[in-house]
């Protein structure tokens, strides 16, 4: 994974280095791959056999669902909004009034 990741790696024009967008979805996936193997350990599943990858399915699909379920009401809370003319997103942080033109 070190390898990988050097070969990947980059590093500005003034020599700093910079995180690509590789990079960071290696190692957000070497997180998540120590979490998830924490968190089997933790419950007592055993992957070694069928029951345990059924039951790893199935917690698998589960969080799938949620993380759906959160899609659908994120989409739906944004249609509400518009519907209302409501503004959706952050504010500006700048109006006209205050940008200095020249």
């Known amino acids: 994974m070190d390898s990988l990741l050097a070969a ?10 910079t995180v690509d967008a590789t990079e960071w979805a290696a190692e957000a996936f070497d997180r998540e791959l120590l979490y ?3 968190v089997y350990d ?9 029951t345990g990858r059924m039951v790893a399915g ?5 969080a799938e669902l ?6 659908e ?3 739906a809370a944004r249609d509400a ?9 952050r504010p500006k942080a ?9």
């Open 81 to 89: 909004r518009r519907a209302r003319g409501q503004p959706i997103g």
């Open 94 to 102: 700048l109006d006209q009034s205050k940008i200095r033109s020249g």
């Open 66 to 71: 949620e993380l759906e379920l959160g899609r």
């Open 58 to 62: 199935v917690l698998a699909s589960l």
């Open 8 to 17: 990947l790696s980059n590093t500005n024009g003034f020599g700093e280095q």
């Open 42 to 50: 933790w419950a007592g599943i055993d992957t070694a056999n069928a």
């Open 73 to 75: 009401r994120r989409t």
């Open 36 to 38: 998830l193997t924490a």
